[in-house]
């Protein structure tokens, strides 16, 4: 049986008692592949979809109410996709690979809907998405000639996301090395810079005047000794 019988061919008159055979064959044709049909697409479709869906018999008429319903929830899907092309931005969370193809897969389903989305748009997009640190890289892509393509895109983004984690890597050595240089002066740090040969001179004065007043308290206790002695 042709099952799409019901849905390219219009209901055939009802049948009255001078019907002809052919006609009669023709009627009971068109009946069962409707009921099979009706059947098979209600099957086929989710519940809250078929109880959106007036019913009266028809399998044609059926299959008309679906494709409404898909051509309103189309042009809801299609501002959702688009609105999602332009607000999501990249977070360095993930590879940057993955982002680019996120909004490659958008704007393919926006294509597959009818909304045309060309390379360069989504190259520019793209770009566009990209935090701060990817400065450089679209400064270079402004003041190129020629165009990118979405591979070319790629490529370029993904070795610019190999430099910016060294970069990264490298910052937090120089911190690190930083703040156990804070912890941990060097001999010179705790050297007081005032401290000059000057006041090195004095010091020496100081020690040695020190060292000739002890001698001389020496001498001194000595030579009693001495005289307790004698005595």
């Not at 219009?10 to 009669?24: F, G, H, I, N, R």
């Not at 099979?36 to 028809?58: F, Q, V």
Request: charged residues 25%; hydrophobic residues 45%.
């Amino acid at each position: 049986m042709d099952l799409d019988f019901a849905l390219t061919e219009q209901k055939p008159d009802e049948l009255t008692t001078t019907s002809t055979a052919d006609e009669k064959a023709r009627y009971e044709k068109w009946m069962k592949a409707n009921k099979l049909s009706l059947m098979i697409m209600k099957r086929s479709i989710s519940d809250h979809i078929k109880g959106a869906i007036k019913d009266n018999g028809n399998a044609k008429d059926f299959l008309s109410a679906i494709g409404q319903k898909f051509l309103v929830s189309d042009k809801a899907d299609i501002g959702s996709l688009i609105d999602s092309l332009s607000t999501i931005k990249y977070d360095l969370v993930g590879s940057v690979r993955d982002h680019i193809m996120k909004l490659v897969n958008i704007a393919t389903k926006l294509n597959n809907l009818g909304v045309t989305i060309t390379d360069d748009f989504l190259v520019h997009q793209s770009l566009m998405s990209l935090p701060e640190q990817f400065n450089q890289l679209k400064t270079t892509y402004n003041a190129e000639n020629d165009k990118w393509s979405v591979d070319e895109l790629i490529t370029v983004c993904v070795v610019e996301e190999g430099r910016i984690q060294k970069e990264k890597v490298e910052s937090v050595v120089n911190f690190v090395s930083l703040s156990r240089s804070a912890d941990y002066p060097s001999y010179k740090e705790k050297v007081d810079p005032n401290f000059t040969k000057r006041n090195m001179i004095i010091l020496i004065i100081q020690v040695v005047i020190v060292v000739i007043l002890i001698s001389l308290v020496l001498t001194k206790v000595s030579l009693i000794i001495l005289l307790v002695l004698k005595l």
